[in-house]
Protein backbone atom coordinates (compact mmCIF):
# COMPACT_ATOMS: atom_id res chain seq x y z
CA UNK A 1 0.00 0.00 0.00
CA UNK A 2 1.32 3.11 -0.82
CA UNK A 3 1.99 6.18 1.51
CA UNK A 4 -1.53 7.92 0.03
CA UNK A 5 -3.43 4.87 0.01
CA UNK A 6 -2.38 4.29 3.66
CA UNK A 7 -3.07 7.40 4.67
CA UNK A 8 -6.61 7.32 3.19
CA UNK A 9 -7.35 4.09 5.28
CA UNK A 10 -6.17 5.66 8.38
CA UNK A 11 -7.69 8.66 7.92
CA UNK A 12 -11.12 6.41 7.46
CA UNK A 13 -10.70 4.36 10.16
CA UNK A 14 -10.01 7.41 12.54
CA UNK A 15 -13.04 8.62 10.85
CA UNK A 16 -14.74 5.67 12.20
CA UNK A 17 -13.24 5.25 15.40
CA UNK A 18 -14.26 8.96 16.46
CA UNK A 19 -17.78 8.68 15.28
CA UNK A 20 -18.17 5.43 17.23
CA UNK A 21 -17.17 6.57 20.07
CA UNK A 22 -19.15 9.54 19.58
CA UNK A 23 -22.54 7.33 19.27
CA UNK A 24 -22.09 3.93 18.05
CA UNK A 25 -25.72 3.50 16.96
CA UNK A 26 -25.13 5.90 13.96
CA UNK A 27 -22.20 3.37 12.89
CA UNK A 28 -24.58 0.68 10.28
CA UNK A 29 -26.01 4.12 9.16
CA UNK A 30 -22.77 5.56 7.64
CA UNK A 31 -21.83 2.19 6.15
CA UNK A 32 -18.07 1.67 7.91
CA UNK A 33 -16.52 -1.55 9.07
CA UNK A 34 -15.75 -1.48 12.24
CA UNK A 35 -11.30 -1.46 12.52
CA UNK A 36 -9.07 -3.22 14.41
CA UNK A 37 -7.27 -0.77 16.67
CA UNK A 38 -4.19 -1.52 15.89
CA UNK A 39 -4.84 -0.72 12.49
CA UNK A 40 -6.06 2.68 13.77
CA UNK A 41 -3.71 3.38 15.67
CA UNK A 42 -0.67 2.07 13.26
CA UNK A 43 -2.34 4.23 10.65
CA UNK A 44 -2.10 7.30 13.33
CA UNK A 45 1.30 6.68 13.90
CA UNK A 46 2.12 6.40 10.13
CA UNK A 47 -0.03 9.85 9.53
CA UNK A 48 2.07 11.42 12.30
CA UNK A 49 5.14 10.05 10.94
CA UNK A 50 4.71 11.48 7.64
CA UNK A 51 3.35 15.21 9.30
CA UNK A 52 6.80 14.95 11.10
CA UNK A 53 8.76 14.12 8.41
CA UNK A 54 6.94 16.92 6.11
CA UNK A 55 7.33 19.41 8.78
CA UNK A 56 10.88 18.53 8.96
CA UNK A 57 11.15 19.48 5.27
CA UNK A 58 9.46 22.21 5.13
CA UNK A 59 11.76 23.33 8.13
CA UNK A 60 15.05 22.79 6.11
CA UNK A 61 13.71 24.31 2.76
CA UNK A 62 12.46 27.34 4.81
CA UNK A 63 16.14 27.43 6.48
CA UNK A 64 17.70 26.80 3.11
CA UNK A 65 15.83 29.65 1.67
CA UNK A 66 16.94 31.78 5.05
CA UNK A 67 20.31 30.74 4.26
CA UNK A 68 19.67 31.83 0.77
CA UNK A 69 17.97 34.95 2.09
CA UNK A 70 20.99 35.87 3.88
CA UNK A 71 23.33 35.47 1.05
CA UNK A 72 21.40 37.67 -1.33
CA UNK A 73 21.11 40.00 1.59
CA UNK A 74 24.52 40.49 1.98
CA UNK A 75 25.05 40.46 -1.49
CA UNK A 76 22.54 42.67 -2.07
CA UNK A 77 24.34 44.82 0.75
CA UNK A 78 28.22 44.50 -0.83
CA UNK A 79 26.88 45.28 -4.36
CA UNK A 80 24.73 48.61 -2.59
CA UNK A 81 28.45 49.62 -0.82
CA UNK A 82 29.71 49.08 -4.28
CA UNK A 83 27.37 51.55 -6.30
CA UNK A 84 27.70 54.29 -3.08
CA UNK A 85 31.20 53.71 -3.56
CA UNK A 86 31.06 54.30 -7.38
CA UNK A 87 28.47 57.78 -6.72
CA UNK A 88 30.98 58.57 -4.45
CA UNK A 89 33.94 58.21 -7.31
CA UNK A 90 32.11 59.92 -9.65
CA UNK A 91 31.15 62.92 -7.29
CA UNK A 92 34.57 63.39 -6.72
CA UNK A 93 35.29 63.29 -10.62
CA UNK A 94 32.75 65.50 -11.07
CA UNK A 95 33.78 68.22 -8.33
CA UNK A 96 37.32 67.57 -10.04
CA UNK A 97 36.76 68.18 -13.40
CA UNK A 98 33.89 70.79 -12.66
CA UNK A 99 36.75 72.68 -11.06
CA UNK A 100 39.32 71.90 -13.32
CA UNK A 101 36.60 73.38 -16.44
CA UNK A 102 36.34 76.65 -14.15
CA UNK A 103 39.65 76.86 -13.88
CA UNK A 104 40.25 76.64 -17.53
CA UNK A 105 37.66 78.98 -18.26
CA UNK A 106 39.14 81.28 -15.60
CA UNK A 107 42.68 80.89 -17.88
CA UNK A 108 41.09 81.01 -21.08
CA UNK A 109 39.38 84.56 -19.90
CA UNK A 110 42.59 85.78 -18.83
CA UNK A 111 43.77 85.38 -21.97
CA UNK A 112 40.55 86.77 -23.83
CA UNK A 113 39.93 83.68 -25.33
CA UNK A 114 36.12 84.03 -24.74
CA UNK A 115 35.40 81.18 -27.86
CA UNK A 116 37.70 78.62 -26.03
CA UNK A 117 35.67 79.78 -22.57
CA UNK A 118 32.27 79.38 -24.10
CA UNK A 119 32.90 76.10 -25.19
CA UNK A 120 34.18 75.10 -21.49
CA UNK A 121 31.05 76.93 -19.96
CA UNK A 122 28.22 74.69 -22.20
CA UNK A 123 30.22 71.48 -20.74
CA UNK A 124 28.18 72.43 -18.16
CA UNK A 125 24.75 72.43 -19.19
CA UNK A 126 23.83 69.15 -17.75
CA UNK A 127 25.43 69.65 -14.30
CA UNK A 128 24.37 73.86 -13.67
CA UNK A 129 26.25 75.19 -10.21
CA UNK A 130 25.65 78.83 -8.80
CA UNK A 131 29.77 78.77 -10.30
CA UNK A 132 28.62 78.33 -13.52
CA UNK A 133 26.28 81.21 -13.41
CA UNK A 134 28.48 83.47 -12.21
CA UNK A 135 31.16 82.09 -14.56
CA UNK A 136 28.99 83.27 -17.66
CA UNK A 137 28.62 86.62 -15.89
CA UNK A 138 31.87 86.98 -15.41
CA UNK A 139 32.78 86.39 -19.05
CA UNK A 140 29.94 88.42 -20.07
CA UNK A 141 31.11 91.19 -17.86
CA UNK A 142 34.79 91.38 -18.90
CA UNK A 143 34.28 90.64 -22.56
CA UNK A 144 32.13 94.24 -22.55
CA UNK A 145 34.51 95.76 -21.19
CA UNK A 146 36.64 95.56 -23.88
CA UNK A 147 33.85 97.36 -26.20
CA UNK A 148 36.13 100.16 -27.31
CA UNK A 149 38.84 97.99 -28.28
CA UNK A 150 36.87 95.16 -30.31
CA UNK A 151 33.21 97.09 -31.13
CA UNK A 152 30.16 95.49 -31.53
CA UNK A 153 31.79 92.00 -31.72
CA UNK A 154 32.34 92.52 -27.71
CA UNK A 155 28.82 93.72 -27.02
CA UNK A 156 27.39 90.49 -29.10
CA UNK A 157 29.98 88.28 -27.15
CA UNK A 158 28.59 89.28 -24.17
CA UNK A 159 25.65 89.00 -25.14
CA UNK A 160 25.85 85.31 -25.66
CA UNK A 161 27.36 84.72 -22.20
CA UNK A 162 24.64 86.38 -20.28
CA UNK A 163 21.85 84.58 -22.59
CA UNK A 164 24.25 81.30 -21.09
CA UNK A 165 23.58 82.37 -17.68
CA UNK A 166 19.71 83.06 -18.27
CA UNK A 167 19.49 79.10 -19.87
CA UNK A 168 21.09 78.11 -16.44
CA UNK A 169 19.31 80.49 -14.12
CA UNK A 170 16.26 81.25 -16.53
CA UNK A 171 14.14 83.26 -13.72
CA UNK A 172 16.79 85.92 -12.77
CA UNK A 173 15.53 89.38 -13.26
CA UNK A 174 19.15 90.34 -12.91
CA UNK A 175 20.38 88.64 -16.13
CA UNK A 176 16.85 89.78 -17.81
CA UNK A 177 17.95 93.46 -17.05
CA UNK A 178 21.47 92.53 -18.54
CA UNK A 179 20.38 91.16 -21.48
CA UNK A 180 17.87 94.00 -22.35
CA UNK A 181 20.93 96.47 -21.84
CA UNK A 182 23.85 95.10 -23.86
CA UNK A 183 20.78 94.48 -26.28
CA UNK A 184 20.24 98.03 -26.64
CA UNK A 185 24.15 99.22 -26.83
CA UNK A 186 24.39 96.30 -30.01
CA UNK A 187 21.43 98.79 -31.67
CA UNK A 188 22.84 102.08 -31.02
CA UNK A 189 26.25 100.55 -32.32
CA UNK A 190 24.42 99.08 -35.19
CA UNK A 191 23.01 103.24 -35.67
CA UNK A 192 26.76 104.33 -35.33
CA UNK A 193 25.99 105.53 -31.65
CA UNK A 194 28.81 104.37 -29.34
CA UNK A 195 27.89 103.35 -26.44
CA UNK A 196 29.65 105.56 -23.31
CA UNK A 197 31.64 104.04 -20.41
CA UNK A 198 29.14 105.49 -18.65
CA UNK A 199 26.56 102.88 -19.70
CA UNK A 200 28.49 99.92 -18.29
CA UNK A 201 28.17 101.74 -14.67
CA UNK A 202 24.65 101.22 -14.73
CA UNK A 203 25.61 97.43 -16.40
CA UNK A 204 28.44 96.56 -13.66
CA UNK A 205 28.28 96.79 -9.86
CA UNK A 206 30.78 98.47 -7.81
CA UNK A 207 33.33 95.85 -6.80
CA UNK A 208 33.15 94.99 -10.27
CA UNK A 209 33.71 98.19 -11.45
CA UNK A 210 36.95 98.75 -9.83
CA UNK A 211 37.99 94.95 -10.96
CA UNK A 212 37.85 96.64 -14.24
CA UNK A 213 39.03 99.98 -14.14
CA UNK A 214 42.25 98.46 -11.97
CA UNK A 215 42.65 95.61 -14.81
CA UNK A 216 42.24 98.47 -17.62
CA UNK A 217 44.36 100.75 -15.67
CA UNK A 218 47.22 97.46 -16.16
CA UNK A 219 46.56 96.78 -19.89
CA UNK A 220 46.69 100.81 -20.50
CA UNK A 221 50.17 100.95 -18.56
CA UNK A 222 51.74 97.92 -20.75
CA UNK A 223 50.53 99.83 -24.00
CA UNK A 224 52.28 102.92 -22.90
CA UNK A 225 55.45 100.65 -22.13
CA UNK A 226 55.24 99.00 -25.97
CA UNK A 227 54.28 102.55 -27.58
CA UNK A 228 50.90 101.65 -28.37
CA UNK A 229 49.46 105.28 -27.59
CA UNK A 230 46.58 104.78 -29.53
CA UNK A 231 45.15 101.87 -27.76
CA UNK A 232 46.61 102.92 -24.76
CA UNK A 233 44.84 106.13 -24.79
CA UNK A 234 41.48 104.61 -25.08
CA UNK A 235 41.84 102.05 -22.43
CA UNK A 236 43.21 105.15 -19.94
CA UNK A 237 40.09 107.51 -20.85
CA UNK A 238 38.26 104.57 -19.86
CA UNK A 239 40.26 104.48 -16.52
CA UNK A 240 39.34 108.02 -15.95
CA UNK A 241 35.84 108.08 -16.31
CA UNK A 242 35.51 104.98 -14.20
CA UNK A 243 38.25 106.14 -11.56
CA UNK A 244 35.99 109.82 -11.40
CA UNK A 245 32.32 107.95 -10.89
CA UNK A 246 33.68 105.47 -8.56
CA UNK A 247 36.37 107.94 -6.58
CA UNK A 248 35.93 111.38 -7.20
CA UNK A 249 38.41 113.78 -8.78
CA UNK A 250 40.68 114.47 -6.07
CA UNK A 251 41.18 110.58 -5.38
CA UNK A 252 45.07 109.78 -5.59
CA UNK A 253 44.12 107.13 -7.90
CA UNK A 254 42.05 109.45 -10.43
CA UNK A 255 44.85 111.91 -10.22
CA UNK A 256 47.45 109.23 -11.36
CA UNK A 257 45.19 108.01 -14.11
CA UNK A 258 44.51 111.37 -15.13
CA UNK A 259 48.51 112.14 -15.43
CA UNK A 260 48.98 109.05 -17.28
CA UNK A 261 46.59 109.88 -19.59
CA UNK A 262 48.13 113.58 -20.14
CA UNK A 263 51.15 111.20 -20.99
CA UNK A 264 49.31 109.73 -23.45
CA UNK A 265 48.17 112.36 -25.47
CA UNK A 266 51.60 114.10 -25.09
CA UNK A 267 53.21 111.21 -26.87
CA UNK A 268 50.59 111.38 -29.56
CA UNK A 269 51.07 114.61 -30.39
CA UNK A 270 47.90 115.97 -28.80
CA UNK A 271 49.00 118.56 -27.04
CA UNK A 272 46.43 120.59 -25.84
CA UNK A 273 44.51 117.79 -25.06
CA UNK A 274 47.36 117.09 -22.78
CA UNK A 275 47.54 120.43 -21.14
CA UNK A 276 43.73 120.41 -20.77
CA UNK A 277 44.32 117.25 -18.83
CA UNK A 278 47.28 118.10 -16.54
CA UNK A 279 47.13 121.71 -15.93
CA UNK A 280 43.67 120.52 -13.15
CA UNK A 281 45.61 117.70 -12.25
CA UNK A 282 48.91 120.10 -11.30
CA UNK A 283 46.87 122.35 -9.19
CA UNK A 284 45.27 119.72 -7.28
CA UNK A 285 48.24 118.40 -6.41
CA UNK A 286 49.86 121.63 -5.49
CA UNK A 287 46.76 122.02 -3.26
CA UNK A 288 46.68 119.04 -1.29
CA UNK A 289 50.19 117.62 -1.21
CA UNK A 290 52.08 121.01 -1.78
CA UNK A 291 55.08 122.13 -4.52
CA UNK A 292 57.51 120.20 -3.69
CA UNK A 293 55.93 116.90 -3.28
CA UNK A 294 56.86 114.42 -5.88
CA UNK A 295 53.61 113.21 -7.06
CA UNK A 296 53.08 117.37 -7.92
CA UNK A 297 56.72 117.01 -9.82
CA UNK A 298 55.60 114.53 -11.53
CA UNK A 299 53.05 116.43 -13.04
CA UNK A 300 55.14 119.34 -13.15
CA UNK A 301 57.46 117.66 -15.43
CA UNK A 302 54.86 116.38 -17.84
CA UNK A 303 52.83 119.68 -18.39
CA UNK A 304 56.66 121.16 -18.69
CA UNK A 305 57.53 118.97 -21.79
CA UNK A 306 54.23 119.31 -23.17
CA UNK A 307 54.85 123.45 -23.50
CA UNK A 308 57.72 122.56 -25.49
CA UNK A 309 55.96 120.74 -27.94
CA UNK A 310 52.89 124.17 -28.05
CA UNK A 311 56.37 126.26 -28.78
CA UNK A 312 55.27 127.76 -25.20
CA UNK A 313 58.48 128.11 -24.05
CA UNK A 314 58.23 130.55 -21.49
CA UNK A 315 56.13 128.59 -19.10
CA UNK A 316 57.80 125.44 -20.00
CA UNK A 317 61.18 126.60 -19.21
CA UNK A 318 59.50 128.39 -15.75
CA UNK A 319 57.89 124.96 -14.99
CA UNK A 320 61.01 122.53 -15.08
CA UNK A 321 63.65 124.82 -13.78
CA UNK A 322 61.76 125.20 -10.81
CA UNK A 323 60.77 121.42 -10.97
CA UNK A 324 64.69 120.80 -11.43
CA UNK A 325 65.45 122.65 -8.63
CA UNK A 326 63.22 121.00 -6.24
CA UNK A 327 64.25 117.59 -7.46
CA UNK A 328 67.81 118.50 -7.05
CA UNK A 329 66.96 119.29 -3.27
CA UNK A 330 64.88 116.39 -2.71
CA UNK A 331 66.50 113.00 -4.45
CA UNK A 332 69.88 114.53 -5.28
CA UNK A 333 71.38 115.64 -8.86
CA UNK A 334 72.18 111.50 -9.77
CA UNK A 335 68.26 110.95 -9.35
CA UNK A 336 67.16 109.27 -12.69
CA UNK A 337 63.78 111.28 -12.07
CA UNK A 338 66.13 114.42 -11.83
CA UNK A 339 67.98 113.86 -14.97
CA UNK A 340 65.33 113.43 -16.80
CA UNK A 341 64.11 116.84 -15.76
CA UNK A 342 67.56 118.17 -16.77
CA UNK A 343 67.26 116.14 -19.92
CA UNK A 344 64.00 118.28 -20.98
CA UNK A 345 65.41 121.35 -19.95
CA UNK A 346 68.45 121.04 -22.31
CA UNK A 347 65.76 119.67 -25.28
CA UNK A 348 63.68 122.74 -24.92
CA UNK A 349 67.03 124.99 -24.87
CA UNK A 350 68.06 123.24 -28.28
CA UNK A 351 64.26 123.79 -29.51
CA UNK A 352 64.13 127.75 -28.12
CA UNK A 353 67.85 128.29 -29.87
CA UNK A 354 69.92 128.17 -26.90
CA UNK A 355 72.09 125.62 -27.86
CA UNK A 356 74.90 127.43 -25.25
CA UNK A 357 72.38 126.81 -22.00
CA UNK A 358 71.48 123.48 -23.60
CA UNK A 359 75.05 121.70 -24.51
CA UNK A 360 76.43 122.14 -20.35
CA UNK A 361 72.91 119.94 -19.56
CA UNK A 362 73.31 117.46 -21.78
CA UNK A 363 77.08 116.58 -21.08
CA UNK A 364 76.01 116.49 -17.27
CA UNK A 365 73.40 113.91 -17.64
CA UNK A 366 75.36 112.18 -20.24
CA UNK A 367 78.35 111.59 -17.83
CA UNK A 368 75.49 110.67 -15.18
CA UNK A 369 73.44 107.90 -17.07
CA UNK A 370 76.67 106.74 -18.06
CA UNK A 371 78.42 106.24 -14.94
CA UNK A 372 75.33 105.37 -12.95
CA UNK A 373 73.54 102.94 -15.73
CA UNK A 374 76.03 101.65 -18.62
CA UNK A 375 76.13 103.11 -22.23
CA UNK A 376 73.70 100.72 -23.02
CA UNK A 377 70.61 101.83 -21.15
CA UNK A 378 68.09 103.12 -22.70
CA UNK A 379 68.02 106.52 -20.86
CA UNK A 380 71.47 106.43 -21.81
CA UNK A 381 71.10 105.96 -25.40
CA UNK A 382 68.38 108.59 -25.48
CA UNK A 383 71.19 110.89 -24.16
CA UNK A 384 73.17 110.43 -27.15
CA UNK A 385 70.62 110.87 -29.56
CA UNK A 386 69.73 114.29 -27.71
CA UNK A 387 73.56 115.03 -28.71
CA UNK A 388 73.05 114.26 -31.94
CA UNK A 389 69.66 116.52 -32.32
CA UNK A 390 71.97 119.05 -30.81
CA UNK A 391 74.44 119.12 -33.48
CA UNK A 392 71.67 118.61 -35.83
CA UNK A 393 70.23 121.80 -34.99
CA UNK A 394 73.35 123.78 -35.63
CA UNK A 395 73.56 122.20 -39.00
CA UNK A 396 76.95 120.45 -37.32
CA UNK A 397 75.78 117.05 -39.32
CA UNK A 398 79.45 115.39 -39.36
CA UNK A 399 79.73 116.10 -35.27
CA UNK A 400 75.88 114.87 -35.05
CA UNK A 401 76.80 111.47 -36.80
CA UNK A 402 78.98 109.60 -34.43
CA UNK A 403 76.23 110.32 -31.27
CA UNK A 404 72.79 109.32 -33.85
CA UNK A 405 74.92 106.14 -35.05
CA UNK A 406 75.96 105.41 -30.91
CA UNK A 407 72.59 105.84 -30.12
CA UNK A 408 70.89 103.70 -32.93
CA UNK A 409 72.73 100.78 -32.63
CA UNK A 410 72.66 100.44 -28.94
CA UNK A 411 68.67 101.24 -29.48
CA UNK A 412 68.82 98.39 -32.44
CA UNK A 413 70.63 95.51 -29.74
CA UNK A 414 68.78 96.55 -26.87
CA UNK A 415 65.45 97.35 -27.97
CA UNK A 416 64.95 95.23 -31.00
CA UNK A 417 64.01 96.54 -34.71
CA UNK A 418 60.11 97.22 -33.87
CA UNK A 419 60.54 99.68 -31.45
CA UNK A 420 59.77 103.15 -32.48
CA UNK A 421 63.02 104.60 -30.50
CA UNK A 422 65.27 103.07 -33.15
CA UNK A 423 63.38 104.89 -36.06
CA UNK A 424 63.65 108.06 -34.40
CA UNK A 425 67.66 107.67 -34.36
CA UNK A 426 67.01 106.05 -38.04
CA UNK A 427 65.16 109.42 -39.40
CA UNK A 428 67.84 111.46 -37.88
CA UNK A 429 70.29 109.67 -39.52
CA UNK A 430 68.88 109.76 -42.92
CA UNK A 431 67.92 113.74 -41.99
CA UNK A 432 71.82 114.00 -41.52
CA UNK A 433 72.91 112.92 -44.51
CA UNK A 434 70.27 114.99 -46.66
CA UNK A 435 71.99 117.70 -45.29
CA UNK A 436 75.70 116.54 -45.66
CA UNK A 437 74.63 115.65 -49.23
CA UNK A 438 74.98 111.68 -48.36
CA UNK A 439 71.58 111.46 -50.49
CA UNK A 440 71.38 108.08 -51.51
CA UNK A 441 71.80 106.76 -47.90
CA UNK A 442 69.97 109.06 -47.01
CA UNK A 443 66.98 107.97 -48.99
CA UNK A 444 67.24 104.63 -47.67
CA UNK A 445 67.09 105.52 -43.98
CA UNK A 446 64.34 107.95 -43.95
CA UNK A 447 62.00 105.78 -46.17
CA UNK A 448 62.96 103.00 -44.10
CA UNK A 449 61.65 105.17 -40.84
CA UNK A 450 58.73 106.34 -42.81
CA UNK A 451 57.86 102.76 -43.39
CA UNK A 452 58.02 101.45 -39.59
CA UNK A 453 56.48 104.57 -38.41
CA UNK A 454 53.15 104.15 -40.02
CA UNK A 455 53.48 100.83 -39.29
CA UNK A 456 54.07 101.33 -35.57
CA UNK A 457 52.47 104.38 -35.07
CA UNK A 458 50.04 105.19 -37.65
CA UNK A 459 49.80 107.60 -40.11
CA UNK A 460 48.53 110.56 -37.23
CA UNK A 461 51.38 110.87 -35.56
CA UNK A 462 53.85 113.67 -35.22
CA UNK A 463 56.85 111.39 -35.59
CA UNK A 464 55.63 109.56 -38.84
CA UNK A 465 55.06 113.49 -40.11
CA UNK A 466 58.27 114.17 -39.38
CA UNK A 467 59.38 111.71 -41.47
CA UNK A 468 57.16 112.08 -44.36
CA UNK A 469 58.25 115.99 -44.53
CA UNK A 470 62.43 114.72 -44.16
CA UNK A 471 61.73 112.67 -47.16
CA UNK A 472 59.45 115.28 -49.31
CA UNK A 473 62.39 117.41 -48.30
CA UNK A 474 65.11 115.26 -49.83
CA UNK A 475 62.79 114.87 -52.80
CA UNK A 476 62.73 118.46 -53.47
CA UNK A 477 66.40 118.52 -53.15
CA UNK A 478 66.77 116.01 -55.80
CA UNK A 479 64.25 117.67 -58.34
CA UNK A 480 61.67 114.90 -57.99
CA UNK A 481 58.90 117.77 -57.77
CA UNK A 482 55.60 115.53 -58.23
CA UNK A 483 57.39 112.83 -55.19
CA UNK A 484 58.15 115.74 -52.87
CA UNK A 485 54.71 117.72 -53.62
CA UNK A 486 52.95 114.59 -52.31
CA UNK A 487 54.99 114.08 -48.85
CA UNK A 488 54.87 117.77 -47.96
CA UNK A 489 51.28 118.46 -48.41
CA UNK A 490 50.36 114.96 -46.54
CA UNK A 491 52.50 115.81 -43.82
CA UNK A 492 51.61 119.92 -43.79
CA UNK A 493 47.47 118.84 -43.88
CA UNK A 494 48.37 115.79 -41.20
CA UNK A 495 49.85 118.46 -39.01
CA UNK A 496 47.20 121.01 -39.30
CA UNK A 497 44.75 118.45 -37.97
CA UNK A 498 47.06 117.13 -35.10
CA UNK A 499 48.47 119.80 -33.73
CA UNK A 500 46.74 122.99 -35.28
CA UNK A 501 46.87 125.62 -38.29
CA UNK A 502 49.07 128.03 -36.01
CA UNK A 503 51.99 125.71 -34.45
CA UNK A 504 54.76 125.95 -35.68
CA UNK A 505 55.65 122.57 -37.43
CA UNK A 506 52.44 123.03 -38.96
CA UNK A 507 53.87 126.28 -40.47
CA UNK A 508 57.02 125.52 -41.26
CA UNK A 509 55.44 122.32 -44.03
CA UNK A 510 53.13 125.06 -44.93
CA UNK A 511 56.27 127.28 -46.05
CA UNK A 512 57.68 124.60 -47.22
CA UNK A 513 54.92 123.87 -49.26
CA UNK A 514 55.09 126.92 -50.57
CA UNK A 515 58.48 127.24 -51.62
CA UNK A 516 58.18 123.74 -53.89
CA UNK A 517 54.91 125.37 -55.67
CA UNK A 518 56.93 128.50 -56.07
CA UNK A 519 59.81 125.96 -57.87
CA UNK A 520 57.38 124.53 -60.03
CA UNK A 521 55.37 127.44 -61.31
CA UNK A 522 52.23 127.58 -59.02
CA UNK A 523 53.34 131.00 -58.04
CA UNK A 524 49.39 131.61 -57.12
CA UNK A 525 49.35 128.72 -55.00
CA UNK A 526 52.41 129.51 -53.17
CA UNK A 527 51.34 132.99 -52.73
CA UNK A 528 48.31 131.75 -50.77
CA UNK A 529 50.11 129.84 -48.96
CA UNK A 530 52.83 132.24 -48.29
CA UNK A 531 50.39 135.26 -47.35
CA UNK A 532 49.75 136.09 -43.39
CA UNK A 533 52.29 133.31 -42.95
CA UNK A 534 54.91 135.44 -41.23
CA UNK A 535 52.19 136.76 -38.79
CA UNK A 536 51.58 133.55 -37.89
CA UNK A 537 54.36 132.60 -36.59
CA UNK A 538 54.91 135.09 -34.72
CA UNK A 539 51.91 134.30 -32.70
CA UNK A 540 54.44 131.55 -31.04
CA UNK A 541 58.23 132.25 -32.02
CA UNK A 542 59.93 134.97 -31.24
CA UNK A 543 61.62 136.77 -34.81
CA UNK A 544 65.03 135.33 -34.22
CA UNK A 545 63.77 131.59 -34.80
CA UNK A 546 65.05 130.07 -37.22
CA UNK A 547 61.59 129.09 -38.55
CA UNK A 548 61.06 133.17 -38.88
CA UNK A 549 64.57 133.78 -40.14
CA UNK A 550 63.97 131.27 -43.01
CA UNK A 551 61.08 133.26 -44.16
CA UNK A 552 62.69 136.52 -43.85
CA UNK A 553 65.27 135.56 -46.15
CA UNK A 554 63.20 133.81 -48.53
CA UNK A 555 60.78 136.56 -48.79
CA UNK A 556 63.82 138.86 -49.35
CA UNK A 557 65.13 137.00 -52.06
CA UNK A 558 61.71 136.06 -53.91
CA UNK A 559 61.48 138.45 -56.65
CA UNK A 560 57.21 137.21 -55.89
CA UNK A 561 56.02 138.77 -53.62
CA UNK A 562 53.12 137.24 -51.14
Request: hydrophobic share 35%; proline share 4%; with cysteine.
Given at each position: ?DNL???N??A ?7 KNF ?9 GY???P????I ?6 RD ?8 AI??L ?12 L???K ?9 Q???L ?13 QE ?6 D????HCR ?11 E ?7 K ?8 GE?AL?D ?12 P???R ?7 L ?15 S ?12 K?A ?5 R?K ?5 K????G ?10 YL?L??P??P ?12 Y ?6 N??EL ?5 L ?9 D ?5 S ?7 TFI??Y?F ?10 L?M??Q ?6 P?T ?6 LA ?8 H ?12 Q??R?L????P ?6 C ?11 HE ?9 M?G???T????H???YTS?NN???AYS????YEE?E?LL?K???A??RL ?10 S ?7 N??L ?11 E ?7 L???N?P???H???S ?8 G ?9 F???E????TV????K ?6 K?L???T???
Amino acid sequence: MDNLGFLNDAADGLILVLKNFKSAELLPQIGYAVLPPSLVIAGLVKYRDLCRRGFRNAIDKLDEAQNKSDELSKLLKEKKDQITDLELQVQTLTKQTSEALLLRIKQEEADNNFDVALFHCRAFIDHITPAVVEAFIRLAKKRASQWQEDGESALRDSLTFIRGALACDPSSPRLDLQQAKLTNFINRLESGIEPETSDFINFLGREDLEKLADDLNARAKVRFETKEHDIGTVLQEQVVELYLHLFGPEDPRTLSARNNLGNFYCRQGRYNDAELVLAPVLEIRKRLRGNDHPETLSVSHSLGSTFIHQYRFDEAEALLSQTLEMRNQILGESHPLTLSTTNSLAYLYNMNGKHSKAEPLMSKVLDQRRRILGDDHPDTLTSFCNFGFYYNEQQRHEEAEPFILKAMNGRISTLGTEHPDVYTSINNLGYAYSQMQRYEEAESLLVKALQARRRLLGNEHPDTYDSMFNLGMLNQTLQRYKEAKSLITEAFNGRERLLGENHPETLHAKFSLATLLARTGESQSSQQLLFGLREAFLQTVTPSHKHVLMLDKYLKNSTTKP
